[in-house]
């Protein structure tokens, strides 16, 4: 198949891909860096965590150097355990999966029931219209995979799809029902899907309240909020020309709806499109991406990228910064004596102000100074008093040495008049024994020791100076 020049960039902005060429094996390698790996070109990420590993499912672009389309056939599988260093685990599924098929592996996503893996894909199956959606299902998140239907899941003669029906994306809620949510063209489309997870259960809608909805879908939940991020490519705050986009989001208290738009959380990237996914791992949030900027990368040769995604206290999604080192190791549930184990914890407190951002605390950087906002910043004004911050882990952790670096910007926020670490022993929150002085000095980590303690909590307890309030840049806590 190939397209008239009138089409290729309706191709670029929808993610089309020719088979044209063969797929090369290709050994697995580790990179630790934006992009993660650069051995192949990759796109349209789909992250997924099974146990300690976050795996990324990603379409792989062939097109050569100067070649004016997609070329891409196959999909690929990336696998890490501390989010930061990478395995390419190379094709576990292609076009050839879907024996109906004959072209265009675009962007997938795999949904874990039951045991197994459902791989939804965008493919071109030959038959009327353009792209349907396909589902692959394994036995383990590298497969093998095998075609679960038989036929598309959803395609053009699908009531009430999509003017393009591209990019799907799958939740499963609390309750065990699965939402398919998909489209391009501006043509957002939902349905509920049955337990066997290859099935439509009830018609197709039209979610509501999606401003500027172009494409690329990407449905969660956190703290009982829905979120549904997708691209958009409107020069009302998103970019300034049409033929790139930025990743938009919007948030409902329901699975279908209606969604209320929230704002921009990732701005535009190096290549026209721009295709994401979000995931919690080890406690922390992430958002993975494709960009340009890959050795010989360009718009028809993307490269997955990897950063920090951090929420403010109301829910919303703070922009992303897109970083060319990608995030800091995040260890699993056995780190090593003297390991950071803040970045694995869900962090909390009495009081965060508005405009701060609790993910401060733990989102791995390393201030200049006190006074230093180049990243973000956990502050408490205009609270005074004592107040506090504290890490939770889903399992008990040793712990034996914290760290804080204070906040401290000459105004409404000083370094605190003293500080003290607690720990939860079952029932109550408790001092830690045997702790050493806790520092309150500016531009420096201040470590305190303690003996160590198995808890799944640790508190910091902050009293301010008189008419102050007070702040924190970064709080490590050290496994014993």
Request: charged fraction near 15%.
């Amino acid at each position: 198949m190939s397209l008239p020049a009138s089409s290729r960039r309706t191709a670029l902005r929808a993610g089309a891909a020719l088979a044209l060429v063969a797929s090369a094996a290709v050994a697995p390698v580790a990179s630790a860096a934006n992009p993660i790996i650069t051995n192949v070109h990759t796109a349209d990420p789909a992250p997924l965590v099974v146990g300690n590993t976050l795996y990324i499912y990603a379409g792989r672009d062939e097109a050569p150097v100067g070649t004016d389309n997609f070329v891409m056939r196959e999909w690929r599988v990336l696998s890490s355990t501390d989010a930061a260093t990478w395995t390419d685990h190379g094709a576990r599924a292609n076009v050839g999966t879907f024996p109906w098929a004959g072209a265009d592996a675009w962007a997938s996503e795999v949904e874990p029931r039951s045991g197994k893996y459902y791989w939804y894909t965008s493919v071109n199956g030959n038959g009327a219209g353009w792209m349907d959606i396909g589902v692959a299902v394994g036995d383990s998140p590298l497969g093998p995979f095998r075609d679960a239907k038989g036929g598309p899941l959803i395609s053009d003669s699908t009531p009430n799809s999509s003017g393009l029906n591209i990019d799907p994306t799958v939740f499963t809620d609390d309750d065990g029902q699965a939402y398919l949510y998909w489209g391009g063209y501006w043509g957002a489309r939902a349905a509920k899907l049955k337990p066997n997870m290859i099935e439509l259960d009830g018609p197709v809608v039209a979610p509501q309240g999606l401003a500027n909805f172009w494409e690329a879908p990407w449905m969660f939940k956190r703290d009982g909020l829905y979120y549904l991020m997708y691209a958009a490519n409107d020069t009302n705050g998103c970019v300034t020309d049409s033929d790139y986009a930025c990743q938009r989001y919007a948030t409902a208290t329901s699975p279908l709806g209606p969604w209320t738009h929230r704002g921009v959380v990732l701005d535009r990237v190096s290549s026209t499109t721009n295709h994401a996914g979000v995931v919690q791992f080890n406690g922390q949030w992430y958002i993975v991406y494709h960009n340009a900027n890959a050795p010989g990368g360009g718009n028809f040769r993307r490269s997955v990228a990897v950063d920090l995604l951090h929420f403010n206290a109301d829910g919303t999604m703070r922009k992303v910064t897109q970083t060319t080192t990608g995030p800091p190791p995040n260890p699993g549930t056995d780190p090593g004596p003297g390991t950071n184990l803040a970045p694995s914890a869900t962090a909390s407190t009495s009081y965060v102000s508005p405009w701060e951002s609790l993910a401060a605390l733990n989102d791995g950087g390393t201030p200049a100074s006190s006074a230093d906002r180049s990243n973000l910043v956990y502050g408490s004004w205009p609270e005074r008093g004592t107040q506090w911050v504290e890490y939770q882990w889903p399992t008990a952790k040793s712990i034996n040495r914290m760290a804080a670096y204070w906040f401290d910007d000459d105004q409404g926020i000083d370094l605190p008049a003293s500080c003290k670490a607690q720990y939860w022993n079952g029932s109550a929150y408790v001092d830690v024994p045997g702790q050493s002085p806790c520092g309150v000095a500016g531009n420096t980590f201040n470590t305190t020791t303690f003996t160590a303690v198995s808890t799944t909590r640790l508190r910091l307890s902050i009293t301010s100076k008189p008419d102050f309030s007070t702040g924190v840049l970064e709080w490590q806590a050290f496994q014993a």
